[in-house]
Each structure stands twice: as structure tokens, then as C-alpha cells.
């Protein structure tokens, strides 16, 4: 699984590998980048990602169509399959 992961993280470039995918479809617990910055969809909402916790929080679900997914993709199916990932406190507020 590491092997897998780590594929689906970083290329053979060793550059960050995301994928395209239609943001209605992707579950909670999934990070995208949006305007330049990570966020994580968390009920309903996108919560803007730093090392001290989530912030600005948007409620932008309908208005975006195909985002930049950040997740490996067998990380977000794991989410779409029912695997509820822990979140920081901070996406609670």
C-alpha cells in the first residue's frame, strides 16, 4: 500500500502528482487545491488548510465543477467506500 501511495503522491519527476475531478463527486475528508491553497472538504464546506488548523471556512460546494484534487486517489475512494477520516478540531468551529 506505501508503494501505491507513494505512486500516486510523487512521479518519477519526484514532482506532486493531483488529478482532475468533478468536485461533486468527492467525499469528505478529500483536499483540493483552490486559489492557490489546500483545502479540505469538510460538511459542506471547504476549510482553508495551514499547520495550525483549518480556517475560512466557504460554503462553495455548488459553485465549483472540476477542481484539482490534492488526495491520492485511493485515499478518496477509501472516503467515498465510508473510511470517515480524523480531522482537526479547527474544521469544527
Known sequence: MDEILH??????????V?????FKDLPDGTFIE???????????QLWQWSFIGYSNARKIRPKLHTVKVI???????????????????????
Open 71 to 93: 488526495t491520492p486517489f485511493s485515499i478518496v475512494k477509501l472516503f467515498s467506500k465510508g473510511l470517515k477520516p480524523q480531522v482537526h478540531i479547527s474544521a469544527y468551529n
Open 34 to 44: 483552490y486559489q492557490g491553497d489546500a483545502y479540505l472538504i469538510w460538511q459542506e
Open 18 to 22: 493531483t488529478y482532475q475531478a468533478r
Open 7 to 16: 505512486g500516486e503522491r510523487i512521479n518519477q519527476k519526484h514532482e506532486k
